[in-house]
DNA sequence: ATGAAAGCGCTAACAA
DNA sequence: TTGTTAGCGCTTTCAT
């Protein structure tokens, strides 16, 4: 039933040395003898036990995923690109969905998780990405990490794959007012993020940089949700000093503004303009679809995880990587 | 910096076998000797070593989530029920995603990674749980794992939980009856699902104990997915025959139904009433929102790991489960 | 109730 | 280039 190396050894008449080297790829065996080895693996079925080999080698080839975070295109889009990377290079992937704790807690928690199951590293996304305590925190402890973060200003600086919220929320911003808006409204997301306080600061360097003036009664509050664009939009409408157009800190708020305008008889982008942010599937749901900026959620989580894996096989390509979301022009602010 | 069993038991002045024994709550150890060992680990803040006590049980306590979904919300959902159990029960998960192979290729990929990993057991989800072949292949390589399929007429047998999709689709297809509908249209997702003709099937036997028709120009086959049920409702009301109700396979289709259906103009649900299946955010999402029936995926899970676990531990509880979702009555097909 | 010793299957020096 | 010999940290007989 279960075969192992000592199996493998005898078959190909070498010793079990020979058949580690072998399956490690180390280069010191001549090429008929590890044919030999070849050779018997596959007329046995052979596969090397990962507990035995992560014992004698005190460390694993698993990584975790620590999230905290309802969106689950999000989750979901994180975790392919994460695995893409882990299928092939060998290493296996964790997931460990956790709930808003403080950061100490948090940390314990991590350590806790590290020396249990001797993970190899974690990849965190925001928020826990972007507290400071608990990244030093991992860092005295020796624990391996990348943090993806949205690129405020120092946060963690070192391990990390960040991307450029602002400079997006900017081209966005701008690209209404070349559409000669005047009166754009935004729609503030969940303020645990730090991508919402750099969403906002590309929303307000754009207007600053076409000389207009922000009116913060033109700014909205709420949460990443469509139920909150949807109250977002309705409030920005009630004001006295209406908007032309709206950009949304997401496409889910912006898909709930353009649901809720529309449904007060709104033309679109005619009457209001409409621009959200992630290119998510709710982006291309919504009729006209939306102007919005791709968040290459995958990629970055490849670039997070080729970042971590590099580091853990020493090869340190200091991948510190930066992504900046590209503008996609659709119909919700461009008409047809 | 790393503590291991010896170190506890030297501070414990104890054997290794007996703090063994303490970690594991075997039952023979005095009080006292348990508190000593108890306060050892504390103050070293002792963790076992998973590596070496999975070689030396040879097995792991980590289990494999093996699934092809396009459906994030699904996916989600169903990674957090399986986590709660495992958390209550020292076990990991580790997630699968694969890409739709043959079932003889799915089996030996799954046999391999269970081999490799020393997997304790696979939680699997359609379309691979449906698959009779790889099912009782992974019997007969004596692979755990529990199956979440439609309840089909007899898919695997044991090792299931069972989602009644035929009994919910009757009850909701009932309802637009009850309504008075008589013209109901039906908007078919994709067939490599069981759960897609279950489905269907609670919907003709509806019909048909209501001593109604089924008009097969009346039935639509898509996709899971919102542009599909756009272009579905697109297509039924071409026809000559146009539908008073829809019965959409999902809450996506049903989203897209109902969007491009308010675009042309009709009133919801007076001019047309559409209910989905699943009860996702989408649901909540529309305006008005859908009535649906609750597919509690967590839920779901939940049973499956528990059976699993119950099964890993020989606790064998036969917790053969069966699940019906319940129909949730809102605005899509009721007037306000 | 407790302990001694022999593995679990592999890798890591060190020899040869 | 290949093999020998200790471990890695825990569980399991089997004694005591």
């Known amino acids: 039933m279960k075969v192992s190396i000592n199996d493998v050894a005898r078959r190909a008449e070498v010793s079990i040395k020979t058949v580690s080297r072998v399956i490690n790829n180390e280069p010191s065996v001549r090429a008929a003898t590890r044919q030999k080895v070849v050779s018997a693996i596959e007329e046995l079925g052979y596969q090397p036990n990962q507990a035995a080999r992560n014992l004698a080698r005190s460390r694993s080839y698993t990584i975790g995923f620590v999230y905290s975070n309802p969106n ?31 950061q100490q807690a948090v940390a314990d928690y991590l350590e806790n998780l590290v020396t249990r199951t001797r993970l190899a590293g974690l990849v965190l996304t925001p928020p826990f990405s972007e507290m400071p ?26 391990r990390t794959v960040r991307v450029n919220d602002r400079a997006a929320a900017k081209n966005i911003t701008s690209h209404l007012i070349d559409q000669g808006h005047q009166q754009i409204g935004f729609l503030r997301g969940d303020p645990t993020h730090y991508a ?14 076409a000389h207009l003036t922000v009116d913060e009664s033109l700014i909205y509050s709420g949460q990443y949700s469509f139920e909150s664009g949807s109250e977002g939009v309705n409030q920005l409408l009630s004001n006295s000093k209406k908007p032309t157009a709206i950009f949304a800190s997401n496409d889910e708020m912006a898909a709930g503004a353009l649901f809720r305008a ?21 982006a291309t749901q919504t009729w006209p679809q939306l102007t919005t900026a791709t968040l290459p959620v995958a ?38």
Chains 1, 2 share one sequence.
């Open 262 to 282: 529309r449904l007060t008889g709104l033309e679109i982008p005619e009457q209001l303009a409409i621009a959200g942010f992630e290119n998510s599937p709710y």
């Open 72 to 102: 689950a295109y999000y989750v979901v889009s994180m975790q392919e690109g994460i695995i893409d990377v882990c299928q092939n290079s060998g290493y296996e992937v964790m997931i460990h969905p956790l709930p808003l704790q403080e």
């Open 299 to 336: 990629d970055i989580a490849q670039l997070a995880t080729q970042q971590l894996l590099a580091r853990l096989s020493k090869r340190d390509n200091e991948l510190d990587s930066e992504v900046t979301p590209e503008l996609i022009i659709r119909g919700s602010t461009l008409p047809a």
């Open 133 to 158: 305590e608990l990244l030093s925190n991992l860092d005295n402890r020796n624990i391996e990490y990348v943090a993806i973060q949205s690129s405020a200003p120092s946060l963690g600086g070192e």
């Open 196 to 209: 919402t306080q750099e969403r906002e600061a590309g929303y307000r360097e754009a207007l600053l940089d």
